[in-house]
């Protein structure tokens, strides 16, 4: 039975084989080695779309549902609740696997090979915090390949499969694995041992690119919406500051989808009548009627990726599609404060994994950066002042993880 390597991720997935005794990645949309870890269900059409298509649809303001960031819903209740979504009532597992599947199919029409197994890469850490969710994750996951028609799966280390895809080390030195994803950060020490890698210690903490997002709208995007603001009260002559929870939600990728309710709109028209400054309660009643809030998401996305370039250092994150010339500022320095509690707990994580080694910093001689977060300069600040000796690898950030899997499933490792 032939074996895919899957690299399914929080935001974007990838997919691969061995030939010619190197990986090979499948083309999971044209002309592209990745696609995003998106989902669009179209209600006109009837039809699910998937990658960069369904991200095109919501762009285009196609009438739909659209989701992303499902991986971090694993092991949660969310992922069983059965519900409407466009045209069907499916849960969230079914979902995922219907993108599984589809996986599959791509890769089957480009091999001419039936793919039975898969060997999926997983984070070390699901949830940081809670045991009994991270073990519950796996099985979502396992369920979700089983339903999308894999006979089986076997699971992997995302930063170990990374290890196995990484550069050459010489003789008796140390690598580590930097995997910064969409949902997780990963680490793991590894040395060559021949042609074989050696994993000496692996660690994890649920912290991730969806996360970064998340704190930027919140402190940059969301007090145009309102958060913060003072609300008259109802009855009698006092007020106070408009709840949380919806801005917080607007502002989370995998919860999108589900603040459309009639009582948010009721909520935010309230506001928009009693608020002191109505202003932004009003862009809020906006963004709500016209279902923006994954149109603020990409933007915000992009303003972090833009302010991530080494000659810039004042951005903007466009939210014109909400007023006519809104924006919000963006400077590195902001941005590296509002992820400062982030990035102190992937350094304490990359801390505790040295520790499960009993190592030194010093004894790391090369640092191998993974994911598209892992480029983030907040990130490369903490592991090169951690690592101050150590050499940098950035050259396949985004598809090592997808390479070590096809090295993986062909010599048929332990997992």
């Keep these: 039975m032939a074996t895919l390597g899957i690299d399914f991720g929080t935001s974007n997935t990838a997919a691969g084989v061995l030939a010619a005794g190197r990986p090979h990645l499948i083309t999971v949309e044209p002309g592209r080695k990745t696609l995003p870890t998106s989902v669009f269900f179209d209600y006109d059409r009837k039809v699910t779309t998937y990658g960069s298509v369904a991200n095109a649809a919501l762009i285009d303001g196609r009438e739909g549902r659209f989701m992303r960031a499902l991986k971090s819903v694993l092991g949660t209740p969310l992922m069983r609740e059965r519900r409407q979504i466009a045209y069907a009532r499916l849960t969230l597992l079914e ?10 199919e791509r890769a089957e029409a480009e091999t001419g090979q039936t793919y039975d197994v898969a060997l999926s890469g997983r984070p070390v850490r699901f949830h940081s915090l809670d045991p009994v969710r991270n073990a519950q994750a796996e099985v979502d996951l396992r369920e979700a390949y089983l339903i999308a028609g894999y006979k089986d799966v076997s699971f992997m280390y995302e930063p170990e499969a990374a290890a196995l895809a990484s550069g050459p080390l010489e003789a008796g030195a140390l690598g ?45 995007v969301m007090p145009l919406l309102g958060r913060g603001a003072e609300v008259r009260n109802a009855i009698g002559d006092g007020r106070h500051t408009a709840p949380n929870a919806i ?56 303003g972090k990726i833009q302010i991530n370039k080494p000659d810039i250092s004042d951005a903007g994150i466009d939210l014109r599609v909400i007023e006519r ?19 102190a707990q992937i350094r304490q994580c990359a801390i505790e994994t040295l520790a499960m080694a009993d190592l030194a910093p010093d004894r790391i001689s090369k640092i191998v950066f993974v994911g598209g977060s892992s480029l983030l300069h907040v990130i490369e600040d903490e592991m090169t002042a951690l690592f101050p000796h150590a050499a940098l690898e950035r050259a396949e950030a985004f598809t090592a993880v997808a390479d070590g899997l096809a090295i993986a499933a062909a010599r048929d490792l332990p997992l």
């Excluded at 010339?325 to 990035?343: C, G, I, P, S």
């Design 325 to 343: 010339n809104l924006w919000a500022r963006l400077t590195k320095a902001a941005m590296a404060a509002v992820l400062a509690d982030h990035a």
């Design 247 to 302: 801005f917080n939600d607007l502002a989370t990728w995998q919860k999108i989808p589900f603040v459309y309710t009639p009582e948010n709109r009721r909520m935010a028209e309230d506001f928009a009548k009693l608020g002191i400054d109505p202003v932004p309660f009003a862009r809020l009643e906006s963004v709500l009627d016209m279902e923006l809030g994954h149109d603020i998401a990409f933007a915000v996305e992009a």
């Design 176 to 220: 580590l694995i930097v995997d910064i994803g969409g949902g997780t950060s990963d680490f793991s020490i590894f040395e060559r041992q021949g042609d074989r890698t050696r994993i000496i210690a692996s660690h994890g903490v649920r912290v991730g690119g969806t996360d970064f997002d998340r704190a930027i709208s919140i402190t940059e």
């Design 95 to 104: 979902v995922v696997a219907q993108f599984l599947q589809m996986i599959r």
